[in-house]
T-cell receptor
Framework: SAVISQKPSRDICQRGTSLTIQCQVD?????MFWYRQQPGQSLTLIAT?????????ESGFVIDKFPISRPNLTFSTLTVSNMSPEDSSIYLC????????????FGPGTRLTVT | GDSVTQMEGPVTLSEEAFLTINCTYT??????LFWYVQYPGEGLQLLLK?????DKGSNKGFEATYRKETTSFHLEKGSVQVSDSAVYFC???????????FGTGTQLKVEL
């Protein structure tokens, strides 16, 4: 499976500011995704990061709030914009590799606290 | 839409006890089914998977069988260890696996 890293691993931010989270994979992958895990809850898909084009967002998530970039097959960023305390969550990237049609592998997550 | 229902936790067991965590699903089409595990302070790890009816996924002593007739994918382990303490998530994907739908997670605590 691919080795996935995320930066930062955690951060404490003030409301109204923005944070960009990076996801780096050690091999080329076909698909990259961003999930949110709110405190005590399950994971929810935010969007699919598409290489060279706009991300595909799930219902309830919009580009102005969560802009995503994917400049190549191994790297993606998620920005959480104009943050409020409700954005306090763990944000995880996941990848689906070239060798598998079904499996997704997850990064270690970024724990965000908004004060 | 697709959904996954898991038994609520926390589940507390003594070491060497038998474990069952129930998972049922609702999906259009024929989903692939997964169990993920999240150890304290760590990220999500794929534990096992099954991609068609009657398939049995297994890993690290854990097993789950894809039961289409009961739309279930229950996780079992014959003898749990303290190191198995974690949160377990059941999940499904349809249409090529691009979107994972997760259950709410079940926290397992194993005591000596």
């Amino acid at each position: 499976s691919a080795v996935i890293s995320q930066k930062p691993s955690r951060d404490i931010c003030q409301r109204g500011t923005s944070l960009t989270i990076q996801c780096q994979v050690d091999s080329q992958v076909t698909m990259m995704f961003w999930y949110r895990q709110q405190p005590g809850q399950s994971l929810t898909l935010i969007a699919t990061a598409n290489q060279g084009s706009e991300a595909t967002y799930e219902s309830g998530f919009v580009i102005d709030k969560f802009p995503i970039s994917r400049p190549n097959l191994t790297f993606s960023t998620l920005t959480v914009s104009n943050m409020s305390p409700e954005d306090s969550s763990i944000y995880l990237c996941s990848v689906k590799g070239l060798a598998s049609n079904y499996e997704q592998y997850f990064g270690p997550g970024t724990r965000l606290t908004v004060t | 839409g697709d959904s996954v229902t898991q038994m609520e936790g926390p589940v507390t067991l003594s070491e060497e006890a038998f474990l069952t965590i129930n998972c049922t699903y609702t999906a259009t089409g024929y989903p692939s089914l997964f169990w993920y595990v999240q150890y304290p302070g760590e990220g999500l790890q794929l534990l096992l998977k099954a991609t068609k009816a009657d398939d049995k996924g297994s890993n690290k002593g854990f097993e789950a069988t894809y039961r289409k007739e009961t739309t279930s994918f229950h996780l079992e382990k014959g003898s749990v260890q303290v190191s198995d303490s974690a949160v377990y998530f059941c999940a499904l994907s349809t249409g090529g696996g691009n979107k994972l739908t997760f259950g709410t997670g079940t926290q397992l605590k194993v005591e000596l």
